[in-house]
């Protein structure tokens, strides 16, 4: 569903500190939209007063305030002890005599972390008119990042600070860059590589079990959005403004079912449709990544110009198609290291590449270009220096392009004090619980064939990646229409050209809000407010700071 652009990521260590107090029991009324009122609008049930009454204390750090948000673990028994600590990031509005309230941001994933989007700059994207409108309000879902407990899928064999497996097999089972065709460890068709791949999976979703088994059933969209009201009273809002990018949209989404009556503002940007299954949402956007890379060869020289690869869209075509046949016999070559880039690095680092083109496409092109002479050196320097392995990302966090809404891989080698990023465990954990999946792994053998045919090379490891949610240890939630006939209107972005959140999408999601808005970008890339153009941004933020409508068919 990320989302999270490379700009919009970055690591940020907080300290945390845990909400004194026991909370109190007992129950009391419910609100209109059935969970607890806050302020205003009514009493809170005495189990959630604690939480929803709670005074956190923002200190400055660097630029931003930070502070920290408790939140019940389990809704259903909020008065049982167990509890998430969830950080929290700031900045404050401009224009203090003009402040609307707080506008709460989650960069996508699932597992982006909404601190480290504002502690990376993400704060010079938004307009204007919002900067000086609105507090910036950036925190860490359920399991994300510097949340106290957090997401652990660590498996015991796993090296350090990677992904890898350590039996230098490919994720299907053989040995890195076997296999004679451009499809590589990328699609498994025998017996023997479909077991591996089985294998992986599961040991993947045993590791996630074992080391966070108590949490998994916590650690969903609904859940989240739920601490999102807790977030809104805390900070002082009567109603929430959100802003989501990516898998994002899902959070506000869920929020409107839940709270319709609470939303003043939300802008859903790189939609994800709640009515597809988890076959749509992995094959259609498979398709989009790869319409993105024949958008790439197709106007690389509007956009990187001198450094395309070849002096043709035919030719670029061509160039990427070589490299994947060269990568699938044999790994490139890191002269003057014993590194390689094998066919998954070489996978994960073209699609990756398509979420800014205005960023990326350069790069990515200067990389192609020495590969085509046998030198992988940039490529693995756009990989992160993070060989491939099963658990290589690319995009939005998908594993070589798999489901929505999965933040731009920045992984690569960490020092043996850093905090571990648990962005991978948290978009397993959160995906496994988005969609239903198939208990059967035919299933999944059968749409990997399916999903060949229709994108090719793109399509099969997208289904793969989702096996290890055909077990899982947690209840999902089934694919259903948008349910929120009270809501206000929202507004629903959408990129005709997003490789990761395709645009079919956004027209969806916009038809099943009652008072569905849909702003078009005619453009290439993920997601479109802060990194498209001055239409997308004047809509978007006439709109959070007046409440202005989008008029139906506006394109930029």
């Known amino acids: 569903m990320t989302f999270t652009t490379p700009r919009r990521h970055a690591v940020l260590v907080l300290a945390l500190a845990v909400l004194g107090g026991a909370a109190l029991t007992g129950c009391g009324p419910d609100g209109p939209d059935g969970a607890a009122l806050s302020g205003s609008q009514g009493p809170v049930p005495r189990a959630l007063g604690t939480f929803y009454g709670q005074k956190p204390t923002w200190n ?55 601190v480290a989007m504002l502690e990376g700059g993400a704060v010079d994207s938004f307009g204007a008119r919002v900067r000086a409108r609105f507090d910036i309000v950036g925190f860490d879902p359920r399991g994300v990042g510097g949340s106290t407990p957090a997401v652990d899928c660590t498996g015991d064999d796993a090296a350090p600070g990677t992904g890898d497996k350590p039996d230098g097999t490919d994720g299907a089972g053989r040995p890195d860059g076997a296999g004679g065709e451009a499809t590589g460890g990328l699609y498994p068709r025998t017996d023997e590589e479909r077991k591996a791949a089985l294998a992986d999976a599961d040991r993947t979703a045993q590791a996630c079990k074992a080391r966070s088994g108590a949490i998994l059933p916590h650690v969903g969209t609904p859940d989240a959005a739920r601490d999102m009201d807790v977030l809104r009273a805390v900070l002082g809002d009567e109603k929430l403004s959100f802003l989501g990018f990516s898998y994002g949209t899902s959070l506000g989404t869920s929020y409107a079912e839940l709270f319709p009556r609470r939303v003043r503002a939300l802008v859903l940007d790189g939609a994800i449709d709640p009515a597809k299954d988890w076959y749509q949402r992995s094959v259609e956007q498979s398709a989009a990544f790869r319409s993105a890379v024949d958008d790439y060869a197709q106007h690389c020289a509007e956009v990187a110009k001198e450094a395309c690869p070849a002096a043709t869209p035919d030719g670029i075509r061509r160039l990427v198609d070589d490299l994947y046949e060269k990568a699938a016999k044999q790994p490139l070559p890191v002269p003057g290291t014993a590194d390689h880039v094998d066919l998954r690095t070489l996978h994960t680092v073209i699609t990756m590449s398509m979420y800014t083109p205005e960023d990326q496409w350069a790069d990515l092109s200067e990389a192609l270009k020495a590969a085509q002479g046998g030198d ?152 479109a407010y802060g990194r498209s153009n001055a239409c997308v941004g004047d809509a978007v933020d006439a709109y959070l700071t007046e409440l202005r409508p989008i008029p139906t068919g506006t394109t930029c």
């Open 376 to 527: 992988g050196t940039k490529l693995a320097e756009l990989a992160g220096g993070d060989q491939a392995g099963p658990d290589d990302q690319s995009g939005q966090g998908s594993r070589t392009a798999g489901t929505h809404g999965r933040k731009a891989s920045t992984r690569g080698p960490r020092p043996a004090d850093a905090e571990r990023d648990n962005s991978d465990d948290a978009f397993t954990a959160v995906n496994c619980l988005e969609v239903s999946h198939p208990r059967d792994p035919q299933a999944y053998w059968e749409a990997v064939d399916r999903s060949y045919r229709d994108a090719g090379v793109y399509g099969p490891s997208g289904v793969v990646d989702e096996l290890v949610c055909h077990d899982w240890p947690a209840a999902p939630r089934e694919p259903h229409s948008v349910d929120a006939k009270d809501a206000p209107p929202v507004l629903v972005v959408g990129t005709t050209g997003d490789p990761a959140t395709p645009y079919a999408d956004a027209q969806g999601l916009a038809r099943q809000f009652p008072a569905g808005m849909l702003l078009t970008y005619r453009g290439f890339g993920h997601t």
């Open 60 to 114: 400055a750090c660097g630029d931003l305030e930070c502070a920290t948000l408790t939140v019940p673990m389990d809704y259903a028994h909020p008065e049982d002890g167990r509890t998430f600590v969830l950080p929290l990031a700031r900045a404050r509005a401009k224009d203090p005599g003009a402040r609307i309230g707080s506008l709460l941001v989650n960069p996508g994933g699932p597992g982006g972390s909404g």
